[in-house]
């Protein structure tokens, strides 16, 4: 069975830096596309960015756009999501997701099979 575990969150002020980590075990040699989502008290998980296998293909929410950049390396079986120019609009628990598919299209929460716990992610004023 595929596990993810994100790692990375934690508190910064506004304008400033964060790195999420996602480690993966168990993709073995299967192509994964990988996403990261987040979900602030009271509103809906929303799509933050996801990458396709080979790491080429990228694609952003607006809100994030610019101001975030998505990786990986699947030699280590991670993906990291690089947030700069942080907002206290981007606080909210930010969870790794996977689907089969090496470019797979999916924006929504039920587009992917395996989730990680989550990392909480605080940016104060």
């Known amino acids: 069975q595929v596990q993810l575990a994100e790692s990375g969150g934690g508190l910064v002020q506004a304008g400033g830096s964060l790195r999420l980590s996602c480690a993966a075990s168990?993709?073995?040699?299967?192509?994964?596309?990988v996403a990261w989502f987040r979900q602030a008290p009271g509103k809906e998980r929303e799509f933050v960015a996801r990458?396709?296998?080979?790491?080429?293909?990228?694609f952003y929410a607006d809100s994030v756009k610019d101001r975030f950049t998505i990786s990986r390396d699947n030699a280590k079986n991670t993906v990291n999501l690089q947030m700069s120019s942080l907002k206290p609009d981007d606080t909210a628990v930010y969870y790794c997701?996977?689907?089969?598919?090496?470019?797979?299209?999916?924006?929504?929460?039920?587009?992917?099979?395996?989730w990680g716990q989550g990392t909480q992610v605080t940016v104060s004023s």
């Open positions: 997701a996977a689907v089969l598919g090496t470019d797979y299209s999916g924006i929504y929460h039920g587009d992917y099979d395996y």
């Open positions: 168990n993709f073995g040699y299967s192509p994964y596309t």
């Open positions: 990458i396709s296998w080979s790491g080429d293909m990228r």
